[in-house]
Each structure stands twice: as structure tokens, then as C-alpha cells.
């Protein structure tokens, strides 16, 4: 069965950055009074933030948006670690993973 990522990666960025639910939520611009919930219900998965409130999450938690859909911890370390590349790196890290061209 498949198991929606989002929730996942949202609690372990969130979590790594030392913040708590409503200090993420209020950061990226929820009200006061509803934060601790709303970022609640999107760790637990009863919710799924839209895209436009998942970048923002991504940004606030320094994690690249693509990274909340990997669906394995292997992907999801790699994602934060290439992001932080500049755009030569990553060029010469697709030749090596490609190899030998033909």
C-alpha cells in the first residue's frame, strides 16, 4: 500500500530544525491560533498542504521542495545533499552517475 511521503519528511525536517509545530506554522504566515493544528494535521497526514504552503515549508525548513516527495530516507538525504551544490558540482555529479559516455 502505498504510503504518502509528505507527512513523513515534513515531521523529520521540522523536527531536525528544532522548532515546533506552531513555530513553523507561524512562520510561514498561519495564524497564531490555528498553526500548532493545521501543521499537526499535515504530520499526521490527515491533511496534504498545497504546493504554494509546501515550498514555503521547504524554504523555512532549508530543505529543497522535492525532497518531501522521496519516498525512501536513502533519496530524501540525497535530495538535501545535491541541493546544496552549486550548479557545477551537480553538472560533473551527473557525468559521473552516467559514466563513460558512449
Known sequence: ???NPIPIRLKQARAKSGITQKQL?????MDENSASGRMNH???GRHIP???TL????DELDVPLNYFFCEDETTAELVIEISKL???KKLKLIQEL?????
Not at 25 to 29: A, E, N, P, V
Not at 55 to 58: C, G, H, N, Q, T
Open 55 to 58: 515550498k514555503k515549508i521547504a
Open 98 to 102: 552516467k559514466g563513460p559516455s558512449k
Open 86 to 88: 552549486d550548479i557545477e
Open 25 to 29: 506554522g507561524i512562520l510561514i504566515g
Open 50 to 52: 498545497d504546493l504554494a
Open 1 to 3: 500500500m502505498f504510503q
Open 42 to 44: 499535515y504530520e499526521k
